[in-house]
């Protein structure tokens, strides 16, 4: 598992430790020992309502609402549409450069990137993949993160 965190307003207060130097080697269990995710087996029956059944319907209308796009998108339209207005003499800038153009003030914190401890199991074993959720929805939480995203590979 990956963990990506990016923070909404602010800085993350996340910092790397500094790694101490070992003058010893550790053994495998040592290095181990409370690093992995708790492994929770699925059985279908023990979980209430699980899956689409534990979805409300509502009526149609009430989803039936305009979307509203953040300011922000206007300015993607705005950058292709530069490329009908420009020539050799002067190119349209790339993305990076509009960005720096048009872009003030703050701005948000870059992206945490974490690597999560491995389940070293097959990833398509419905266990495998319940301990990995009811582990990601923990984390969220830790993390005061009311919905969080969470994506698969292709195998699941």
Not at 7 to 14: D, F, N, Q, W
């Amino acid at each position: 598992m990956i963990a990506v965190t990016v923070a909404p307003i602010g800085t993350l207060s996340y910092s790397h430790p500094l790694v101490k130097w070992l003058h010893t080697r550790l053994t495998t269990a040592e290095i181990a020992h409370n690093r992995g995710i708790p492994i929770v087996p699925y059985v279908a029956g023990d979980i209430p309502k699980s899956g689409l059944r534990s979805l409300p319907l509502q009526l149609v209308e009430t989803l039936m609402q305009p979307t509203v796009l953040p300011v922000t998108a206007n300015l993607t339209f705005l950058w292709h549409a530069a490329s009908l207005f420009t020539d050799d003499e002067k190119p349209r800038p790339r993305w990076s450069g509009f960005m720096q153009q048009v872009t003030r003030g703050q701005h948000s914190s870059a992206a945490v990137v974490q690597m999560m401890p491995l389940i070293d199991m097959n990833p398509g074993d419905e266990t495998c993949i319940y301990s990995t959720m009811l582990f990601a929805i923990n984390q969220a939480k830790k993390l005061i993160i009311p919905c969080p995203c969470i994506t698969f590979d292709l195998p699941l």
